[in-house]
């Protein structure tokens, strides 16, 4: 099982970015599919951003397309998430998560292992 710990969180105002990472332990992600998803107060996690480690093909939720980067460092064997253009809607916990497997699937209730989050606060 692989272990993940999510960094990079914080306050930051509309417009500004932030960058998240990913770091993974136990397990190499060079057979996993790694996911972001987040989840507000009152809602259900929701799919962000995800990333087919072999091929590095990503994936992006339409609410995020062309302000958000995933990308990954196979040397750290850690995954970011680059966030710009920040919106006050984009304000929740930030995890990441990973499945092992090879296919664009971003069901949350598929990947077994889930960082512990990161919270991402935008003002107004």
């Known amino acids: 099982q692989v272990q993940l710990v999510e960094s990079g969180g914080g306050l930051v105002q509309a417009g500004g970015s932030l960058r998240l990472s990913c770091a993974a332990s136990?397990?190499?992600?060079?057979?996993?599919?790694v996911g972001w998803f987040r989840q507000a107060p009152g809602k259900q996690h929701e799919f962000v951003a995800g990333?087919?480690?072999?091929?590095?093909?990503?994936y992006y939720a339409d609410s995020v397309k062309g302000r958000f980067t995933i990308s990954r460092d196979n040397a750290k064997n850690t995954v970011y998430l680059q966030m710009n253009s920040l919106k006050p809607e984009d304000t929740a916990v930030y995890y990441c998560?990973?499945?092992?497997?090879?296919?664009?699937?971003?069901?949350?209730?598929?990947?077994?292992?889930w960082g512990q989050g990161t919270q991402v606060t935008v003002s107004s």
């Open positions: 136990g397990r190499t992600l060079s057979s996993y599919v």
């Open positions: 998560a990973g499945r092992r497997g090879a296919s664009g699937s971003y069901y949350s209730a598929d990947f077994g292992s």
């Open positions: 990333i087919i480690w072999s091929g590095g093909i990503t």
